[in-house]
């Protein structure tokens, strides 16, 4: 079996599942945020259960409303933290602790190798990092696991991504992101499958960039991404975990529908245009373009690998004057994290704008949202018309080493070229 | 009537973010495919299908996209493939959902469907389309009108 197969029997008490079976899982931890959470909270109340099934494996995470700009938001928070409330929840993550919810549970520790977790957002992928499966859903779904500790899920098949070669200067784990995306289109191939990701260069790849390679498997179409765990999740999770786990790995003789090989010695520093997510460009084609506003965060591209690169890159440079730069960093930890650091001081003094912790302007409704006639190059994960606010704005997406270095500039700019 | 738009229609476009802080139908009803097609809200009817070409529904894992549809009076959508969330969350808030990968049904085609069966019959272009099976507990969820209610009704899964 694959990793993802095995994961899914032994959490279903069985010794084998193959793909297109139903089964019935146990979930590690549910996650739900303030912007789906009430309604969560609500549906799970209507199922007439007095508790949730485990109060320390009910994540809550105040990400997309806060801090509110708008009354709106305000009362809709108040709203949420009276649910978080009246169900007893340990592990809440609200303002001041805050920060991106995909962030949180894998930082937090809150989602284990070998488990499945679940969140009503998109990008709950971002849990095969550590080597869990890690799903989205929605309202409904999260309620009923919230009731019962479990869900259903259709044993995906397993496409393969064998990743080797030598990681280039400047090319991060964003750029390989969008160099499959430009591979596979969105033409149904990789729909409802997992994705695993294994080779030599992800070995090499720190836990972040292994968390920007599954976060952007939703974007592919896949159910799930996947990277076996290894000495540095280990290390990774030992100072966090909440609870134990085991190293649950692919059989030699796993079965896979396809597999795709990658050699990152020749990936370059890479873009998607305005609206087509899958149309791909090489940053040297595009080097030039005017753009007037720079952003880093999401739960894609705003940890503090990301933030160093950036920094790397600004450090005792100026953000061109037609420029507005903002950061947002995915988690209280990873600002407080870049803090210490030094290079948040860096990046302000380079004229960089740096908020609370938040999704931002990433789901258009918060800090920063693009407006008519903006041309924004972004280090998120979506590209589609509107998505930042105004659908008469443009977004290219690529890595934090493009945007920092046409920031500079104030026109696209590969980043091997300062 | 049916109503047939093209491929990776995004859940933006099914109903926007700025929209989706409720499940309060009022607001999801005006605003549903509001980008993709102004005129869309004032001409569905109740029971009227929507037709849409591959991996619909792509993007958030709003549960607000499918129950969008399903309050404007849409009473099924077949498209050449679902992006998975939207078809999960379909289900669970039941809407019934078929995918035919070849299917050729443009907008006012007249259809007839069986959808136990899965079977489409494209009335104006005299061809008949069968959709990938759908497992039962998926037909049982639809059929109770959703997750939630399911449960409440089984208090478990029957797989």
Known sequence: MTITEKIMAINSGRDKVVPGQLVWTNIQSVMTMDYLGTETFKAFDSLGKPEVFDKERVICVSDHLVPPPTQAFATLLNQWREAVKAHDIKHFYDLGRQGIAHQIMVEQGHVLPGTLSIGTDSHANTYGAVGAVGNAVSVSDAAVAMATGKSWFRVPETVKFHITGKWQPWVMAKDLSLHIMGMMHWNGHLIYKTIEFD???????????????????????????????????????????????????SDSDAVYEKVYEV???????????????????RVEEVQGTKFNKAFVGTCTNGRLEDIEMMARILKGKQVHRDVNFMLVPASTQVYLDAIKAGYITDLIEAGVAVDTPSCASCAGIHTGVAGDGDIVLSAGNRNMKGRMGSKNAQIYLTSPAVVAASALTGVITDPRSI | ????????????????????????????????????????KSKVQKGDTLIAGQNFGCGSSREQAPLAIKISGVSLVIAKSFARIFFRNSINIGLPVLEIKDHDIESGDELKVDLEKGIVMNLSKKTTHQA????????????????????????????
């Open chain 2, 132 to 159: 990938a099976p759908m497992p039962k507990v998926m037909i049982d969820i639809l059929q109770e009108g959703g997750l939630v209610l399911y449960l409440k009704k089984y208090g478990n899964y029957q797989i």
């Open chain 1, 199 to 249: 080779g030599p260069a992800i070995s090499d790849l720190e836990m972040a960039g292994r968390m920007t390679l599954c976060n952007m498997t939703v974007d592919l179409g896949a159910k799930n991404g996947i990277i076996a765990p290894d000495a540095k999740t280990a290390e990774f999770l030992s100072p966090v975990q909440k609870g134990n786990w085991n190293y649950v790995t």
């Open chain 2, 1 to 40: 009537m049916t109503y047939a738009y093209g491929d990776n229609i995004d859940t933006d476009r099914i109903i926007a973010g700025k929209y989706t802080k409720t499940l309060d139908f009022s607001t999801l009803a005006e605003h549903v495919l509001e980008d993709l097609d102004p005129t869309f």
């Open chain 1, 263 to 281: 050699d990152v010695t020749n990936l370059v520093p890479t873009i998607s245009m305005p609206d087509k997510l899958d149309e791909v460009r």
